[in-house]
């Protein structure tokens, strides 16, 4: 077997330190069992250097790039490999506070499996979206989920990751007031317009912890997913909410959820802010124009990852 070239893209600040010990441990377990010829470790400093560091990578330079962080550090890796222009496969360790994608899709976070993941070397190409001119690998949103996303302070992610959101969650439905935003939708040759609560267009399934809001998703069908949460009364939210959980929400009445290559999102109103986000990064206001990228990423996953499989669509 060729020994191949690692590119390993590492947010120093993102989760524990296991997580840090874990590539290490991975990468010494690599380069002594003949798998890795050459492993290059690049710490990021500040915003953009992990989109910089994959964007400049020369076509055949590395065999992989691996992302080591939350969603933020491999929406920023994705959109390097996107803009540079190279096929480069990325490998993820998802090492932040969330990372939907890495966990709808089964990939490894223990040294053993990463080693058997990158050893075995099974690669398949996903779809990606775009919003604008930056690209995602799982979710562009709109709506509450954005609000309470960037509404947790960066301190008590570091510290009590994936439940910093939770907590946020649970104070902000306690004293949420169900604005909506009137929203022009437009989308393979069908329009709506409508109050707009929360807009969700998926690449995966999970978004935002929710395992099923986008329940007939596949990465690879060439469609993203959109679900568009309209008006609600209060006592609506929590049934509402309780589906998307069971991902039972999909035949709701003040629910719209298609599947679409392309889409337009347009605001009626100019008076309002409707917060947009990508992989969880601040995307800006609208209007917005999100597409699929058919096959955009060729992506390493365990080859026996029955998670991956349910998601792939053959």
Known sequence: MKKMKGLFIVNPSSGTQIHQNTIHEAVRDLLDNGTLAEARFVYTQRKDHALETARDVEPGEYDF??????????????????LGGHDTPLAILKAGTTNDFATVMGLP??????????????????????????????????????????????????????????????????EMRLDTVPLRFEA????LETETFLVIVANSR???????????????????????IKSLR?????????QIVTGTHTNNKCISYFQTKSLKISPLSDHKNFIVDYDGEAGGK??????????GLKLVIPGDSEKAKKLLKK
């Open 109 to 174: 976070v223990d040294t053993t499996g990463i080693v058997r993941m990158i050893r075995e070397f099974h690669t398949e190409k996903i779809d990606l979206g775009k919003i604008n001119e930056k690209y995602f690998i799982n979710v562009a949103a709109g709506g509450i989920l954005s609000e309470i996303a960037h509404s947790v302070p960066s301190e008590r992610k570091t510290v009590l990751g994936e439940a910093a959101y939770y907590i946020e969650g649970v104070k902000r439905i306690g």
């Open 188 to 191: 393979d040759g069908f329009s």
């Open 65 to 82: 790039i691996m992302a080591v962080g939350g969603d933020g550090t491999v929406n920023e890796v994705v959109n390097g490999i996107a």
């Open 286 to 295: 609208m209007p917005a124009e999100i597409s699929v990228v058919p096959d």
């Open 206 to 228: 999970s978004v935002g912890g929710f395992a099923n809001i986008a329940p007939k998703a596949y990465v690879n069908d060439g469609l993203l997913d959109v679900c568009i």
């Open 234 to 242: 209060p006592v609506d939210l929590v049934p509402v909410f309780s």
